[in-house]
Nanobody, 129 residues
């Protein structure tokens, strides 16, 4: 199993930016497709952005397209989420989630949180209006 540790959350004003990082420990991170999934208080977890194991394909929820960018750096076993033009509706706990795949050609990005078997502890993002 890979262990995931998120960092970078905090309080930001609407219109501002934050960068979240997810560091992986324990196994080769390049064998995992990775997504950021968030959960607002009283709501279900929802897919935000995902990146394939090679980094060649990305996917975004409609609500964050054009504002968020996901990327990965295999050299340091990390995936980042750059968030810009933040809105109060972005307030949530953000989780890094990973799905192991043995297929090096796998470009699938699952948007269902139940597809992911490895989760970080989450980092709180709060956007004030």
């Amino acid at each position: 199993q890979v262990q995931l540790v998120e960092s970078g959350g905090g309080l930001q004003q609407a219109g501002g930016s934050l960068r979240l990082s997810c560091e992986a420990f324990g196994r080769t991170f390049s064998n995992y497709a990775v997504s950021w999934i968030r959960q607002a208080q009283g709501k279900e977890r929802e897919f935000v952005a995902g990146i394939s194991r090679s980094g060649g394909r990305t996917s975004y929820a409609d609500s964050v397209k054009g504002r968020f960018t996901i990327s990965r750096n295999s050299a340091i076993n990390a995936v980042s989420l750059q968030m810009s033009s933040l809105e109060p509706e972005d307030t949530a706990v953000y989780y890094c989630a990973a799905r192991f795949t043995t297929n090096s050609s796998d470009t699938k990005i699952d948007t269902s949180p139940s597809s992911y078997t490895n989760w970080g502890q989450g980092t709180q993002v709060t956007v004030s209006s």
